[in-house]
Nanobody
């Protein structure tokens, strides 16, 4: 059983930075960050293979967001720089525990989810 607890959300002005953390317990093969704006579907932001560290980013965040994982601390991070008002959303971390598939932040592929942390970017 995998448990995920996000932290680090908050309110920031456009152009600012935030770092989200996701404390993890249990084995994971792939982890991802997702976001869901009010009234919209949940979308993948970035993903990372737990062991190799290979990453993938949605075009909307490339060059601004960085996903990383500290395996010694069992913690996943999302460093968000140059934040824009359109980045405002609830952010979730999620995990896949079964290997053999590409590690992409496609919500149906992820079986374990955190409770979410709100990020609000004002203009």
């Amino acid at each position: 059983q995998v448990q995920l607890v996000e932290s680090g959300g908050g309110s920031v002005q456009a152009g600012g930075s935030l770092r989200l953390s996701c404390a993890t317990s249990g084995y994971t093969y792939c982890m991802g960050w997702f976001r869901q704006a009010r009234g919209s579907e949940r979308l993948g932001v970035a993903s990372i293979y737990t062991n190799s560290g290979f990453t993938w980013y949605d075009d909307s965040v490339k060059g601004r967001f960085t996903i990383s994982r500290d395996n010694a601390k069992n913690t996943l991070y999302l460093q968000m720089n140059s934040l824009k008002p359109e980045d405002t959303a609830m952010y979730y971390c999620a995990a896949v525990t079964t290997g053999g598939q590409r590690c992409r932040p496609n919500p149906p592929d992820f079986g374990y989810w955190g409770q979410g942390t709100q990020v609000t970017v004002s203009s």
